[in-house]
């Protein structure tokens, strides 16, 4: 099934286009994307990761500026971010912290995945994401690197630099940017968006108490979240969801979008007990 996540991940991403070129541009970022503009107004829309990819791959290209995606993550506030993101950051230390965004994100994606791969001293903070040879993932990539940064600095602090990050492609020559906006070095070519922690600063405490009435338990997160079991069902009901902006969802154009045959189709669905027509 096609690897999913929610329009909320863009952040400023439309707003800063369309500021640099206007909405014809942002259209133009969209419709080479395969996505609807109308996820711009419902941010909770599940949408194929790989749409995501392509929309911020147009964007930096289309606004010649290798730096798009950090700014875009930079700007991102945490209420932009999702609700798991306070969950996450109400653990005590920074290493549990970590390990509750790993599994929250399950939440709302299916594909991509973090990781806090242990090490001699300390840990590797990973987010891996589906590769595809046929799209550019610089942009999209860099703008997770801030929203992994931002995380880690709710416990260590806004000064906190990492002593590198990787980063999944190979260097495109702006190195020194990426240093003067992120304060770590690059790593290129690498599998995964990764930051090396020591246990000292895994094991930081979370620096603010946090009232009783706003504490947040795993089970708040379940409900605000909508979570579905199955990843084909998601893939197919995405896809079915970005076909109703625009028209009623046809059997043809949501294969077509999954790029797959109609018959694929419904014989994946009809193996995990579903029909076109139940979804």
Same mark, same amino acid.
């Given at each position: 099934?096609?690897?999913?996540?929610?329009?909320?991940?863009?952040?400023?991403?439309?707003?800063?286009?369309?500021?640099?070129?206007?909405?014809?541009?942002?259209?133009?970022?969209?419709?080479?994307?395969?996505?609807?503009?109308?996820?711009?107004?419902?941010?909770?829309?599940?949408?194929?990761?790989?749409?995501?990819?392509?929309?911020?791959?147009?964007?930096?290209?289309?606004?010649?500026?290798?730096?798009?995606?950090?700014?875009?993550? /930079?700007?991102?506030?945490?209420?932009?971010?999702?609700?798991?993101?306070?969950?996450?950051?109400?653990?005590?230390?920074?290493?549990?912290?970590?390990?509750?965004?790993?599994?929250?994100?399950? =939440?709302?994606?299916?594909?991509?995945? #973090?990781?806090?791969?242990?090490?001699?001293?300390?840990?590797?903070?990973?987010?891996?994401?589906?590769?595809?040879?046929?799209?550019?993932?610089?942009?999209?990539?860099?703008?997770?690197?801030?929203?992994?940064?931002?995380?880690?600095?709710?416990?260590?602090? =806004?000064?906190?630099?990492?002593?590198?990050?990787?980063?999944?492609?190979?260097?495109? #020559?702006?190195?020194?940017?990426?240093?003067? =906006?992120?304060?770590?070095?690059?790593?290129?070519?690498?599998?995964?968006?990764?930051?090396?922690?020591?246990?000292?600063?895994?094991?930081?405490?979370?620096?603010?108490?946090?009232?009783?009435?706003?504490? /947040?338990?795993?089970?708040?997160?379940?409900?605000?979240? =909508?979570?579905?079991?199955?990843?084909?069902?998601?893939?197919?009901?995405?896809?079915?969801? /970005?076909?109703?902006?625009?028209?009623?969802?046809?059997?043809?154009?949501?294969?077509?979008?999954?790029?797959?045959?109609?018959?694929?189709?419904?014989?994946?669905?009809?193996?995990?007990?579903?029909?076109?027509?139940? /979804?």
């Amino acid at each position: 099934s096609i690897p999913t996540t929610t329009a909320a991940g863009m952040g400023l991403l439309p707003e800063r286009r369309g500021a640099c070129a206007g909405s014809a541009a942002v259209e133009v970022c969209f419709a080479r994307a395969q996505l609807p503009i109308g996820v711009i107004e419902d941010r909770s829309a599940r949408i194929p990761i790989q749409s995501m990819i392509r929309v911020f791959s147009e964007a930096e290209r289309l606004t010649g500026d290798p730096t798009f995606g950090l700014e875009i993550g /930079l700007s991102m506030a945490s209420n932009e971010i999702g609700y798991w993101f306070h969950y996450s950051s109400q653990a005590e230390t920074l290493r549990a912290g970590l390990q509750r965004l790993i599994e929250t994100i399950k =939440l709302f994606q299916n594909g991509p995945r #973090g990781r806090l791969i242990e090490m001699k001293d300390g840990a590797m903070f990973s987010y891996f994401v589906p590769r595809d040879k046929t799209l550019s993932y610089s942009a999209h990539s860099d703008h997770h690197v801030q929203l992994m940064m931002s995380f880690v600095k709710r416990y260590r602090g =806004l000064r906190w630099r990492a002593t590198w990050i990787a980063v999944g492609y190979r260097d495109r #020559g702006h190195g020194r940017a990426f240093l003067d =906006l992120v304060g770590a070095q690059p790593i290129y070519g690498r599998s995964a968006v990764s930051i090396p922690l020591k246990d000292t600063e895994l094991n930081t405490h979370r620096p603010c108490r946090i009232e009783a009435k706003d504490v /947040l338990c795993w089970q708040d997160v379940k409900a605000r979240i =909508l979570q579905q079991q199955n990843d084909f069902r998601v893939a197919v009901e995405t896809s079915m969801s /970005l076909e109703l902006f625009e028209t009623v969802p046809e059997l043809s154009a949501v294969a077509s979008r999954m790029n797959m045959s109609t018959r694929s189709l419904q014989r994946e669905l009809s193996i995990e007990g579903y029909s076109f027509r139940d /979804l």
